[in-house]
Antibody, heavy 118, light 107 residues
Framework: QVQLQQWGAGLLKPSETLSLTCAVY????????WSWIRQPPGKGLEWIGE???????NYNPSLKSRVTISVDTSKNQFSLKLRTVTAADTAVYYC????????????WGQGTLVTVSS | DIQMTQSPSTLSASVGDRVTITCRAS??????LAWYQQKPGKAPKLLIY???YLESGVPSRFSGSGSGTEFTLTINRLQPDDFATYYC?????????FGQGTKVETK
């Protein structure tokens, strides 16, 4: 059974860097793309980007200049860094994995609320 | 970026109703479309992929249709567990995008 467990700082000040990590338990780590998706309070979902085991990435163009997604295959983990955060980056951040279909999310982490406030 | 627009934003319905949600893409995405259900405080759950393929374990009262730029999610005989927010997502391009969501609430 696939489980994704994520962690990271929940409160940041403007201009700081958001950093989250997601550990994967169960299933293959090398056969899928691993994603980050966020959801501002009371709003819809926004895809941030994805990475595979070899480090190949795709990013949301609107966030690309501030985002880095990395992978540590030795630990079956992947991470998100979002630089120079503002209040607009306040959201629940989810790590996620494709299901059986490329591009479709089949598994989600528990979500981490990240609040940006001075 | 491909923009995904859902309608309506909110839908009031009763148990037993047939409910239809529409999702429109700003350009053709063939059938590279998924639907998710999200309940408050929970991560989304995949319902349908490739526009009309039901994910394993999802009740058959859910169905999807469409291709190109217009898609629909239909829930037949709405059940109490179905009151939730529904999102479409395109995966035609490597920059995935979601619709803004449709909340199905009790009439």
């Amino acid at each position: 059974q696939v489980q994704l467990q994520q962690w990271g700082a929940g409160l940041l000040k403007p201009s700081e860097t958001l950093s989250l990590t997601c550990a994967v338990y169960g299933g293959s780590f090398s056969d899928f793309y691993w994603s980050w998706i966020r959801q501002p309070p009371g709003k819809g979902l926004e895809w941030i980007g994805e990475i595979n085991h070899s480090g190949s990435t795709n990013y949301n163009p609107s966030l690309k200049s501030r985002v880095t997604i990395s992978v540590d295959t030795s630990k079956n983990q992947f991470s998100l860094k979002l630089r120079t955060v503002t209040a607009a980056d306040t959201a629940v951040y989810y790590c996620a994995r494709e299901g059986r279909v490329r591009g479709v999310i089949g598994y989600w982490g528990q979500g981490t609320l990240v609040t940006v406030s001075s | 970026d491909i923009q995904m627009t859902q309608s309506p934003s909110t839908l009031s319905a009763s148990v037993g109703d047939r409910v239809t949600i529409t999702c429109r893409a700003s350009q053709s995405i063939s059938t590279w479309l998924a639907w998710y259900q999200q309940k408050p405080g929970k991560a989304p759950k995949l319902l349908i992929y490739r526009a009309s393929y039901l994910e394993s374990g999802v009740p058959s009262r859910f169905s999807g249709s469409g291709s190109g730029t217009e898609f629909t999610l239909t829930i037949n005989r709405l059940q109490p567990d179905d009151f939730a927010t529904y999102y479409c997502q395109q995966y035609d391009t490597y920059s995935r995008t979601f619709g803004q969501g449709t909340k199905v609430e009790t009439k």
